[in-house]
């Protein structure tokens, strides 16, 4: 593949950077590493991934490359030292199937896009106090999945672990106070777009998230607390788990938290008022589709089926249509931006917030 041979090029400036950015814990393998081979060996190694590697500087890293791999839906231009991701924050896979704690939020298209974009370091720097994501970040994403969509804290907002109260759906996601949709463990299905060589992910910190193997299929070995470890072809890197934290346990590189979040990351935008947790609900269908502007999710409660329709009725409106398990049915109409600010994505009760009804 043409594109290789620049990525040749870069491949020796790559070695260099790496202990320009290496610090002294995580990245002393990858020292003794090129102690021990000579530098065209090393060269030689890194070529085959160089594609792969975080900030190679030259040709395509394997950042861009993950997201390429959904675009159009997903959209990357490297602006300095960041690459801005852009998406509508749908996933084109089915959603919202199999939560049985739901808030009554569904999916709709969000903003991800302009100055509202996603920002991810390209070139990742390692924190001198790198920090648990544990009881902290509980706000909004740590980490972007490769289809653009945002990955929170496996604990919701109010530190209870998504994955184990039924809030999830099949493919590890649901929606946010904002409607927004967004994942709290690792989306290891989009391996089946990706394949295992290519990371599922990146943290917000910039370094890459793999499935739970190396690219060549071998189980990871020596992970840190965060879930990651260097690996001399790839650099740091963290790995998706089945278990607890199930993606980054924290950040091994440098992030700016503020108001229990990391910043920047866009905001979704609601459209209407968050709604409270619907006792008995389980949610066992959902039509519609990125691209489409009108969907249809189906509920049960303690067996008795409802649903909720919405469309899209042009100038930022939107219609509801609720048929409630008793027969009852409403109709609402909500503009975009009616809500105010989104936050930058909150669950779908605050913390300490009231009982659900
Ligand atoms: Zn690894
Ligand atoms: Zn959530």
């Given at each position: 593949?043409?594109?290789?041979?620049?990525?040749?090029?870069?491949?020796?400036?790559?070695?260099?950077?790496?202990?320009?950015?290496?610090?002294?814990?995580?990245?002393?393998?990858?020292?003794?590493?090129?102690?021990?081979?000579?530098?065209?060996?090393?060269?030689?190694l890194r070529t085959a991934v160089a594609d792969r590697a975080p900030g190679g500087g030259g040709g395509r890293s394997s950042l861009e490359d993950m997201f390429a791999c959904?675009?159009?839906?997903?959209?990357?231009?490297?602006?300095?030292?960041?690459?801005?991701?852009?998406?509508?924050?749908?996933?084109?896979?089915?959603?919202?199937?199999?939560?049985?704690?739901?808030?009554?939020?569904?999916?709709?298209?969000?903003?991800?896009?302009?100055?509202?974009?996603?920002?991810?370091?390209?070139?990742?720097?390692?924190?001198?106090?790198?920090?648990?994501?544990?009881?902290?970040?509980?706000?909004g994403a740590i980490a972007l999945a490769a289809n653009g969509i945002p990955i929170f804290n496996p604990q919701n907002n109010r530190g209870e672990v998504s994955q184990d109260?039924?809030?999830?759906?099949?493919?590890?996601?649901?929606?946010?106070?904002?409607?927004?949709?967004?994942?709290?463990?690792?989306?290891?299905?989009?391996?089946?777009?990706?394949?295992?060589?290519?990371?599922?992910?990146?943290?917000?910190?910039?370094?890459?998230?793999?499935?739970?193997?190396?690219?060549?299929?071998?189980?990871?070995?020596?992970?840190?607390?965060?879930?990651?470890?260097?690996?001399p072809a790839l650099g740091y890197h963290y790995h998706a788990s089945k278990k607890y934290p199930f993606v980054n346990g924290g950040f091994h590189g440098v992030v700016v938290?503020?108001?229990?979040?990391?910043?920047?990351?866009?905001?979704?935008?609601?459209?209407?008022?968050?709604?409270?947790?619907?006792?008995?609900?389980?949610?066992?269908?959902?039509?519609?589709?990125?691209?489409?502007?009108?969907?249809?999710?189906?509920?049960?409660?303690?067996?008795?089926?409802?649903?909720?329709?919405?469309?899209?009725?042009?100038?930022?409106?939107?219609?509801?249509?609720?048929?409630?398990?008793?027969?009852?049915?409403?109709?609402?109409?909500?503009?975009?931006?009616?809500?105010?600010?989104?936050?930058?994505?909150?669950?779908?009760?605050?913390?300490?917030?009231?009982?659900?009804?």
């Open positions: 593949m043409l594109w290789l041979r620049p990525a040749l090029a870069v491949v020796l400036a790559s070695v260099a950077h790496a202990h320009v950015m290496g610090d002294a814990v995580h990245d002393a393998p990858a020292r003794r590493f090129a102690r021990e081979f000579a530098p065209v060996r090393v060269a030689l959904f675009s159009p839906a997903v959209r990357v231009h490297p602006v300095g030292d960041v690459l801005r991701v852009e998406s509508n924050g749908l996933p084109a896979h089915g959603m919202m199937v199999g939560i049985t704690a739901w808030q009554q939020q569904v999916p709709l298209p969000q903003p991800y896009t302009g100055n509202n974009a996603w920002s991810i370091p390209r070139h990742p720097q390692p924190s001198p106090s790198p920090v648990s994501i544990q009881n902290r970040f509980l706000r109260i039924g809030e999830l759906d099949q493919w590890g996601g649901h929606c946010g106070r904002a409607d927004d949709y967004h994942y709290h463990i690792a989306p290891l299905h989009l391996q089946e777009t990706l394949g295992r060589e290519r990371p599922i992910a990146c943290a917000l910190d910039g370094y890459l998230i793999y499935g739970l193997t190396e690219p060549d299929g071998t189980a990871p070995q020596g992970l840190d607390a965060f879930n990651g470890h260097v690996v938290e503020r108001d229990e979040q990391v910043e920047p990351q866009p905001r979704a935008q609601g459209v209407r008022p968050a709604l409270a947790a619907l006792r008995g609900a389980k949610i066992v269908g959902f039509e519609g589709s990125p691209g489409q502007t009108a969907s249809r999710l189906s509920y049960t409660v303690n067996g008795k089926p409802a649903s909720v329709s919405y469309a899209a009725l042009g100038g930022g409106q939107w219609r509801f249509q609720f048929v409630n398990a008793d027969g009852a049915t409403r109709e609402e109409v909500h503009r975009e931006g009616e809500r105010g600010g989104g936050g930058g994505g909150r669950d779908a009760r605050k913390k300490g917030g009231g009982a659900p009804k």
